[in-house]
């Protein structure tokens, strides 16, 4: 295999793949990815892609309703772009043999939370993520792409200030093989593995993060991850995602006295921005001390729950509940990251010829708390525009600059006193310490104890180690972005300061102090 690419794409979900496929264009591409091309977190996306092209909707109505949800952080040039080219996207994934549901020879479009019009379309009822992963996976194995799977990237080469190649160590042969490329993107999905309960696989572990931090590139919008509201919970099963489309065709949420909730707590009631939601069921939990509530689904009409929601009610007869007449036990779950690598409305980060796109990027457009179903169109759009970016000549296409707001960490030197840690330790302590809510006591142990792992650990020489390793710096860095927003807002809910402030209107932008 040849060892330069005009583009080298690190994941294999949807934004890695459009990517890789657009770029096919312009140049030779190789997809790296450290499992196989299909591990990836778009192969569980449920609930759908949003776009306005019913006929009462519109992409400003789209724009608005992103807007309230981001909380004031979100950046309306960002949104004008996704909910604007959000249409022409879709027509994209359709042209490449992406099937969306029809109801009567027309797209059908469901409603889900904090959306003020039905405009998000689904495939295989709630298989969404899986045909858009299917179907783009076998065009990029049926082209010209060059897909190296089990190849982890261990850390992007910078020279002269511009990413110049990556390093890549085989999981499986523990063989290290450089590539170098004009351009390189980051892709590799978010990090839902930090915590103890999560909707994410477990691939999620925030490597692309860890990559853009040590590389040198800025991040931003750490303070906010996303948790859903509704993961299906049962002892010793690991969570499975209960779709937001659910309570977008009519299911409530019920406490364990039997009583619906979600009257106290928002006006939109079970359809609710997630944060909120969270925050409701996380009281009603702890009011009756139980570990879960119930998702009422008694208001859909009973095949409409199994030709709908297939894989729901496949997975839950699995396990003995049968959505067609029983409740079904929930509570919320890490589910998605809303910062990331800083980049513009051309993906670029800090670091000239380093692209980001999909989950592992903060474009601006979630702001404090992604809206519904905003992912899947997220990846799509910016990953086009990243490629349209490459395009031009270096002396018309102006560099995301570093800035002047960044605030410097350094993270701890290696310490000769080298410990074992788990995994299971991380995410106990990002779960207890760094969750739903969190307060300054909790988030500074977290801090001291996430510093004090990554300064004692032993050098990473696998996948796994190499995993938690970045899954231990990125807790880090949540928490001490945490710990520096003193206030509550979007996804980032603070007890000891629960209220918003108009002090704290700006995102908190990171950056490894030594790194120029």
């Known amino acids: 295999m040849q060892k330069h690419f005009e583009y ?35 192969l569980l996306a449920q609930g759908g892609i949003a776009a306005a092209i019913g006929k009462d909707d519109s992409p400003e109505i789209h724009m608005q309703d992103t807007i309230d949800a981001g909380a004031g952080l979100s ?17 994209d994934l359709i042209k490449m043999g992406v099937s969306f549901d029809e109801i009567n020879g027309r797209i059908a479009l469901a409603l889900e939370g904090a959306h003020a019009r039905p405009r998000v379309l689904h495939a295989g009822g709630d298989a969404t993520g899986a045909h858009m992963e299917l179907t783009l996976a076998h065009l990029a194995q049926t082209s010209n792409i060059d897909v190296l799977e089990y190849a982890l990237v261990t850390s992007i080469k910078v020279e002269s200030g511009r990413a110049v190649g990556v390093e890549v160590l085989d999981s499986q042969s523990y063989v290290k093989t450089q590539f170098t490329g004009s351009n390189v993107i980051l892709a590799t999905g978010g990090a839902g593995q930090l915590f103890k309960s999560t909707t994410n696989p477990l691939v999620a572990t925030g490597d692309g993060v860890a990559l853009g931090f040590n590389a040198g590139a800025e991040l931003t919008g750490m303070e906010f991850y996303q948790f859903h509201p509704t993961a299906l ?33 928002h006006e939109k009631l079970d359809l609710a921005p997630r944060d909120v939601v969270s925050r409701a069921i996380i009281n009603e939990m702890s009011e009756s001390n139980s570990e879960y509530v119930l998702l009422d689904l008694s208001l859909i009409n009973k095949s409409t729950r199994m030709s709908r929601f297939p894989t729901i009610y ?5 396990y003995g509940i049968d959505i067609t007449k029983d409740m079904i ?18 993906g670029q980060t800090t670091i000239p010829g380093l692209y980001a796109c999909g989950e592992v990027s903060s474009t601006g457009v979630h702001g404090a708390n992604r809206l519904a179903s905003n992912s899947l169109l997220e990846t799509v759009v910016f990953a086009r525009r990243v490629i349209e970016n490459s395009t031009r000549p270096l002396s018309a296409n102006t560099f995301l600059e570093k800035t002047n707001q960044a605030i410097q960490l350094r993270p701890p030197e290696a310490s000769d006193n080298k410990i074992n840690f788990t995994k299971e330790l991380v995410q106990e302590l990002m779960m207890d310490n760094v969750g739903i809510i969190k307060n300054g006591t909790d988030l500074m142990k977290a801090a001291d104890r996430l510093s004090s792992i990554l300064k004692s650990c032993i050098e990473p020489n696998n996948r796994s180690s190499h995993e938690l390793s970045n899954m231990t710096l990125v807790g880090w860095l949540m928490a001490e972005a945490s710990l520096i927003r003193k206030e509550s807002r979007g996804a980032h809910f603070r007890s000891d300061y629960p ?7 700006e995102n908190i932008i990171l950056r490894k102090s030594d790194v120029d």
């Open 75 to 91: 950046d309306r040039e960002a949104v004008n772009v996704l909910t604007s080219e959000g249409p022409s996207r879709i027509n």
């Open 233 to 265: 919970f049962l002892p010793g099963i690991r969570p499975f995602l209960i779709s937001e489309a659910v309570r977008g065709e009519g299911a409530r949420l019920v406490n364990r006295k039997g009583d619906f909730f979600m009257h106290r707590y």
């Open 314 to 318: 496949q997975v839950c007869m699995d």
């Open 329 to 346: 036990p929930i509570a919320p779950a890490a589910h998605y990251m809303m910062g990331g690598v800083r980049t513009n409305l051309w």
């Open 499 to 505: 209220k918003i402030s108009s002090n704290w209107a």
């Open 8 to 42: 080298i794409v690190i994941g294999s979900g949807i934004a890695g793949l459009f990517a890789a496929l657009e770029a096919t264009k312009y140049g030779s591409v190789i997809v790296l990815t450290k499992g196989s091309i299909q591990d990836t977190n778009t």
